[in-house]
């Protein structure tokens, strides 16, 4: 019960699959309330009341690309709760991904609102939450990312810089939030895991079994990345703030794997 008395919001919550919604699962159990939330087009797909369902927690639709939404979410959760204890932002969407467009030829239109999305929005929340004075001192504001901002990954398109900025944005907001409010402001990058998103990146079933033959530990679940978070949720973590943590088996600093090397040996010796 590490979050015993502690109030928040999830943001990302769409299904089973989801981290978010695997994370919504274990705050619960840790204690924790909260309000869902997603986008108006993600509810009516009408799985999070499920979610809602099981955890006791109340829905609420945020479209995170308008500034009046993310004003009347944090008014509400200020509102029914007083001041919040943690946030979890997962959120992501390319409609060039949705498109197939290749990135070298995107539609700037689209690549807009994937930033908007995917990373502006991160800011978004940070400053509403700030304006409002809606967190508590120590509290935590947490966002899900991707090492495909710090390395390439073709078929992860435009996402990759929406990551970067979004990184970016824990870092420079952490040191405001941290000196302001003492509030702490993190990334997990997590492995390629098999959720509604992910695995609509082409290539993704071949990436997910690469990092997992890379990786020492292997690829981490979406089980696991919520009980990191909830660790990053609680008072355990007080002194952290504005990292990059990777959540990944091993992956992000691993050159190549023995079980690698015998696949290439094998594809070399083929190709001879």
């Not at 979050?3 to 619960?28: C, M, N, R």
């Not at 970016?168 to 000196?179: D, M, V």
């Not at 990944?248 to 594809?267: C, P, Q």
Request: aromatic share 10%; with cysteine; proline share 2%.
């Amino acid at each position: 019960m590490i979050l015993k008395g502690k109030k928040g919001i999830i943001f990302g919550a769409l299904d089973t699959k989801s981290i978010a919604w695997k994370v919504a699962e274990q705050a619960h159990a840790e204690g924790a309330e909260f309000i869902l939330t997603n986008a108006p087009i993600a509810l009516r797909m009408g799985a999070i009341n499920d979610l809602a369902a099981k955890t006791n927690s109340e829905v609420v639709g945020c479209d995170v690309s308008l500034n009046e939404d993310m004003d009347k979410l944090i008014d509400h959760a200020v509102n029914k709760y007083g001041k919040l204890d943690f946030v979890l932002h997962s959120i992501g969407m390319s409609l060039n991904v949705r498109k197939k467009n290749p990135y070298n030829d995107l539609n700037y239109e689209f690549m807009h609102k994937t930033f908007d999305i995917s990373a502006i929005s991160f800011h978004r929340l940070m400053q509403t939450l700030m304006k409002k004075d809606a967190m508590n001192e120590w509290g935590s504001i947490l966002a899900l990312t991707y090492i495909a901002a710090q390395r390439v990954f073709p078929d992860y398109n435009e996402m990759a810089e929406a990551k970067a900025l979004l990184e970016s944005f824990a870092r420079s907001f952490g040191y405001h939030y941290g000196k302001s409010k003492k509030v702490r402001v993190n990334t997990i990058s997590q492995s390629p895991t098999m959720t509604t998103a992910g695995s609509g990146v082409g290539g993704f079933d071949a990436f997910y079994a690469y990092a997992d033959k890379i990786s020492p530990l292997g690829n981490a679940s979406a089980e696991d990345c919520a009980k990191y978070c909830i660790s990053l949720f609680s008072d355990y973590t007080r002194y952290v703030t504005m990292q990059n943590l990777f959540h990944d088996g091993g992956f992000s600093f691993t050159g190549i794997s023995s079980e690698v090397m015998d696949l290439v040996g094998r594809a070399g010796e083929t190709s001879k």
